[in-house]
């Protein structure tokens, strides 16, 4: 039977892949993973597209998130889906948390 490990949601386990931006790496398998990110009021991140589907929980904070078809606020208890290969862009208005979960797994994420 496989083990099931719990992991704990800990700042010193984060990586600062930009300026204003810390990841932690929470979950995953070949299909899915779940990943927790903190952002530094004022961060804007890099306008970027990935195939993986992205499920974001705004757990606390306020962000402003851009897309083609737009721009919207979303506050903590909010969640959207962004679909794959969908060009996108976020911003944080105050220091926020966020959980993303990414299908199938981002394998450009795992640490080597």
Request: with cysteine; proline share 10%; net charge negative.
């Amino acid at each position: 039977m496989p083990e099931i490990k719990v992991i704990p949601s800990n700042p010193a386990a984060m990586s600062a892949p930009e300026p204003g931006l810390q990841r932690q790496i929470m979950s995953f398998s070949p299909s899915m993973m779940l990943v927790r990110h903190t952002m530094t009021k004022g961060w804007v991140g890099t306008r970027h597209r990935h195939p993986h589907e992205q499920m974001v929980y705004v757990i606390s904070g306020h962000i402003t998130f851009q897309y083609p078809g737009g721009t919207f606020d979303a506050r903590g208890g909010d969640c959207f889906l962004v679909p794959s290969n969908m060009e996108h862009q976020a911003s944080a208005h105050e220091d926020c948390e966020i959980l993303d979960i990414f299908t199938p797994c981002r394998e450009d994420y795992i640490p080597s």
